[in-house]
């Protein structure tokens, strides 16, 4: 493995730690790459060493990767010479945001043994403030305009579970129907509004609207 060393302590969110998606393992899988995160932001272990770590074959590796990753927990970024891949590097999300990955690039280490990032409300050890996870109209709609859907269908997704606040603006998600916790809207939106039906529609000219 490379000289990248855990700390001391590591991080499991509720995002993650209450993920039904995740299996037990991914979640332990996701602490150790905050351990290791802690200097610069991010992991750049092998497969190869969390295969011997944990005790698993690297393909269950790279599956947990892939899970941590389709979640929206963690960001994957592959550094290339030429068509290379000379250092992978995991980066852990703290924030319920799967495009807002931790910015730190410094970090600050637990036992004080790092400078601490200018940024600090950024930094990866930085865990105690709580965001609100709902988004404003503006938000869900340009998101759905980026991926190509239609203005009217973001609406409609925000006016669906935005009802679930209005009795109660405290809340820190939304919810659906059956009263559950919608952690991640964005990947709600991917997984039930973004359909053919509500795609943004393109007329003979190739003009889209909606």
């Known amino acids: 493995m490379s000289d990248q060393k855990p700390s001391f302590y ?5 995002t993650v730690r ?16 905050t351990a290791m ?6 992991c750049f272990a092998s497969n190869a060493y ?44 703290l924030n319920n945001d799967d495009t807002h990955p931790q910015k730190c690039s410094e970090g600050t280490n637990i036992n004080g043994d790092n400078p601490t990032h200018k940024n600090g409300e950024d930094n990866i050890i930085n865990i105690n403030t709580t965001s609100n996870n709902i988004p404003d109209r503006d938000e869900v709609i340009s998101y759905f305009n980026e991926n190509g859907y239609s203005r009217e269908s973001a609406i409609e997704m925000y006016n669906y579970y935005n009802t679930s606040v209005e ?8 919810r659906d129907s059956r009263g559950n ?9 991917r997984s039930v509004w973004f359909k053919d039906e509500n795609k ?11």
């Not at 943004?200 to 909606?210: A, D, E, L, N, R």
Request: glycine share 8%; proline share 3%; no cysteine.
């Open 181 to 189: 916790m919608v952690k991640n809207w964005k990947m709600k939106a």
């Open 50 to 93: 969390f295969s011997k770590l944990f005790g698993v074959s690297k393909n269950t590796v790279t599956r947990w990767v892939g899970g941590l990753k389709d979640a929206g927990h963690i960001r994957v970024n592959n550094i290339r010479d030429g068509k290379q891949i000379v250092e992978r590097r995991l980066y852990p999300i």
């Open 200 to 210: 943004k529609k393109t007329t003979s000219s190739g003009i889209q609207w909606g």
């Open 37 to 42: 995160s802690n200097k610069y932001g991010y």
């Open 18 to 33: 209450y993920d039904e998606r995740l299996s037990s393992s991914e979640k332990l899988f996701y602490a150790e790459i």
């Open 10 to 14: 590591a991080v499991i969110p509720s």
């Open 167 to 174: 009795d109660n603006p405290n809340l820190q998600y939304w």
